[in-house]
C-alpha cells in the first residue's frame, strides 16, 4: 500500500503538467517516459510492464466494448484500463489482515478473492457469502457493488462493506468510516464508505476493505424446479418471499438458458422455465422452509423438487449456474457475449421478464435470460456477431428498451453490472441531471481519472504490486 502511495505521488504531479503542457491533450512521448521511471523508481523493473502482451491481457475484459482508442490526453490510472492508461493490478495484495472473530468482521487487501476469504476462514465457523462467481476480488466487488446468488439472503457489497481504505489521486489515504473502525452500524456522518461502493474506479483506489461476515448455517441444501412458464416460476418467487421464507438463493433460468447450461455442463434438467433454489438453517427451520416453497411451487404447476444435499451435488448445481455466462457464448461460437442486467420491485418482475423474452423473440436476439429473480434483478446474457452491424443495432436497441423499460417499473437501468461506458445516458434518465451534478462535484473533488474524456493507445502500463 505505501507503494502504491508513493506511485499515485509520483504521477499525480505528472498530470497537470501533462495537461498544462499540452492545451490540445495529444500524448507527450517525454513525459509518459517520466511516468514509467517514476513507477519503476517505487516498485523496480519487474514491477512495471510496458510488454504488448501484458498490455493486451490487462487491456480487455469479458465484454465487448473495445478497449484501445485514440490518444492520450492525460494518464488515468485504472484498475481495468477502459480507455488505456496505467493499469493497476492489485491480486499481489492478497493478505488476509484482521480477522475478529467475536465480532463477524475482518479486513483484506484488494487481492483477495471470496474464495480465497472462506478458504481462509474454513476452521472459524464463519464465512462471507457475497459471491458474483466470477474469480473477482474483493475491493474490485465493492468498487463495482458486487451482489450474486446469495444476496436475497444475505444482501450485497453495499450492506456488507463496513469501512474501506482509499487511496485518492493525490496519494493521501482515505478511510472511510475512520482508520480501523468497524462498528456494524454508525450514523456518524455521511456514508463515505457507501460513495467509494459502487464507484467503479472513478474517485480512488481502494486498498483494505473491512466487511461483515456470517455464520456458516448448520445445513445447506439445494433444489431445482421446472415450470410450464415464466409467469408461474416468478409468480412462485414473489409468493415464496411474501410468505416470509428466508431463501438463501433462488435463481431463474428461462428455457434458453436452462438449454445452454445443460449442453455446457453436460447435464439434463427440463428445458423449461427454472428455478435452482437453496435454503441455508438448522435442520428444523430447513423442514418449515422446504414444505412452504414446495407447496407454493406445486399450486403454481411446478414439478417435483430434484434434490442437491451433499457438498459436491451442491457445488456441481452452482458451479453450472455460475458458468452461465460461458453456456450462453457456448451457443454462438465466436461470438462475443454482451450481459446486461435490470432490477425492479419484485411484483413487476413476471411482467418485465414475459415482456422481454417477447421483445428478444421479436427482433430474432439470442439472450439467454437468468436472473437472482428474489432480489427483482435478471440479466440477459446476449450473445452476437460483433462484425454484423445490423445484429449490433438490434441489440443496441433492445438493451435501451429493455432499461427503459426498467425505469418505467420504478426499478433501476443495473442491479449490479453497473454504469461502465454503455449505460451513462441512461444513468441520466434514472437519477436525474441534480443527481448527476452532485455525482460529478465528488468525482471533481476525488478523481485522478479523467475517464470518460481521456483517450490512450500506445503507452499502457500494467503496474504490478
Ligand atoms: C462471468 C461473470 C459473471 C458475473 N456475475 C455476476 C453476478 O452474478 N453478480 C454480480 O454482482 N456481478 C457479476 N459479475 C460482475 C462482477 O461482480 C465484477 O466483474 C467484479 O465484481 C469485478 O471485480 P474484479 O476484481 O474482477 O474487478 P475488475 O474487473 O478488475 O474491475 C472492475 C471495476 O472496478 C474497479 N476496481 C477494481 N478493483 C478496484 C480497487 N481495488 N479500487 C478501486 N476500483 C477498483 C475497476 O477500475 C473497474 O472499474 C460477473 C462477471 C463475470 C465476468
Same mark, same amino acid.
Given at each position: ?8 505521488? &509520483? ?25 514509467? @521511471?517514476?513507477?519503476? $523508481? ?8 510496458? +510488454?504488448? *502482451? ?11 466494448? @473495445? ?58 465457523? /464463519?464465512?462471507?457469502?457475497? =459471491?458474483? +462467481?466470477?474469480? *473477482? ?36 489515504? /482515505?478511510?472511510?468510516? +475512520? ?16 460513495? &467509494?461502493?459502487? $464507484? ?31 409467469? @408461474? ?51 428444523? @427451520?430447513?423442514?418449515?422452509?422446504? $414444505? ?16 442437491? %444435499? ?19 457464448? *457456448? ?5 462475443? *457475449?454482451?450481459?446486461? =442486467? ?15 423474452? %417477447? ?7 439470442? !439472450? ?7 432480489? !427483482? ?37 443495473? !442491479? ?5 461506458? !454503455? ?39 500494467? &503496474?504490478?504490486?
Amino acid at each position: 500500500m505505501t507503494l502504491l502511495r508513493q506511485a499515485l505521488r &509520483f504521477s499525480s504531479p505528472l498530470l497537470p503538467f501533462i495537461c498544462r503542457r499540452c492545451r490540445t491533450y495529444s500524448t507527450q512521448a517525454g513525459a509518459v517516459k517520466r511516468v514509467i @521511471s517514476a513507477f519503476r $523508481s517505487v516498485s523496480g523493473d519487474e514491477g512495471v510492464s510496458v +510488454g504488448s *502482451a501484458v498490455r493486451e491481457q490487462h487491456g480487455r475484459d469479458e465484454s465487448v466494448h @473495445s478497449l484501445y482508442t485514440h490518444f492520450h490526453m492525460r494518464l488515468p490510472i485504472a484498475c481495468f484500463p477502459l480507455l488505456g492508461g496505467v493499469c493497476l493490478n492489485l491480486r499481489k495484495m492478497d493478505q488476509v489482515l484482521d480477522l475478529h472473530q467475536e465480532d463477524f468482521d475482518v479486513t483484506v487487501e484488494p487481492g483477495v478473492t471470496p474464495k480465497g476469504l472462506n478458504s481462509y476462514l474454513r476452521d472459524t465457523g /464463519l464465512w462471507f457469502p457475497v =459471491d458474483p +462467481g466470477a474469480d *473477482a476480488s474483493l475491493c474490485g466487488m465493492a468498487a463495482t457493488s458486487a451482489s450474486g446468488t446469495n444476496a436475497v439472503r444475505y444482501g450485497t457489497m453495499r450492506g456488507n462493506v463496513l469501512n474501506l481504505e482509499v487511496v485518492l489521486a493525490d496519494g493521501t489515504v /482515505l478511510h472511510t468510516a +475512520g482508520k480501523g473502525r468497524r462498528p456494524r452500524k454508525t450514523s456518524a456522518g455521511y456514508n463515505l464508505t457507501n460513495l &467509494f461502493v459502487g $464507484s467503479e474506479g472513478t474517485l480512488g483506489i481502494i486498498t483494505k476493505a473491512t466487511l461483515r461476515l456470517f455464520g456458516i448455517p448448520e445445513s445447506m441444501v439445494s433444489a431445482v424446479c421446472s415450470f410450464p412458464s415464466v409467469q @408461474s416460476a416468478v409468480d412462485s418467487t414473489v409468493q415464496i418471499l411474501q410468505a416470509g421464507v428466508p431463501i438463501a438463493r433462488i435463481e431463474f433460468l428461462d428455457d434458453v438458458m436452462i438449454n445452454a447450461c445443460n449442453r455446457f455442463n453436460n447435464l439434463s434438467y427440463a428445458v423449461t422455465p427454472t428455478l435452482f433454489l437453496e435454503f441455508h438453517g438448522s435442520s428444523k @427451520s430447513m423442514e418449515e422452509q422446504v $414444505s412452504i416453497t414446495e407447496e407454493i411451487t406445486w399450486d403454481n404447476g411446478g414439478s417435483d423438487f430434484a434434490w442437491s %444435499e451433499d457438498e459436491e451435488t451442491r457445488g456441481r448445481l452452482w458451479k453450472a449456474r455460475h458458468d452461465a455466462w460461458y453456456a450462453a457464448l *457456448a451457443l454462438r461460437p465466436g461470438c462475443k *457475449a454482451y450481459s446486461t =442486467d435490470v432490477c425492479v420491485p419484485i411484483s413487476r418482475l413476471p411482467q418485465i421478464i414475459v415482456e422481454t423474452k %417477447e421483445d428478444l423473440i421479436r427482433n430474432n436476439i439470442t !439472450g439467454p435470460i437468468a436472473g437472482h429473480v428474489g432480489d !427483482g434483478n435478471f440479466h440477459c446474457l446476449i450473445v452476437l456477431d460483433p462484425n454484423d452491424p445490423d445484429e449490433v443495432q438490434r441489440v443496441h436497441s433492445f438493451t435501451e428498451r429493455l432499461a427503459r423499460r426498467a425505469l418505467a417499473m420504478d426499478g433501476t437501468c443495473t !442491479g449490479e453490472h453497473g454504469i461502465g461506458l !454503455g449505460k451513462r445516458a441512461l444513468l441520466r434518465e434514472e437519477v436525474g441531471l441534480l443527481a448527476i451534478e452532485v455525482m460529478q462535484e465528488h468525482y471533481r473533488r476525488y478523481s485522478a481519472l479523467d475517464f470518460l474524456t481521456t483517450r490512450c493507445q500506445e503507452n499502457k502500463v500494467c &503496474f504490478k504490486f
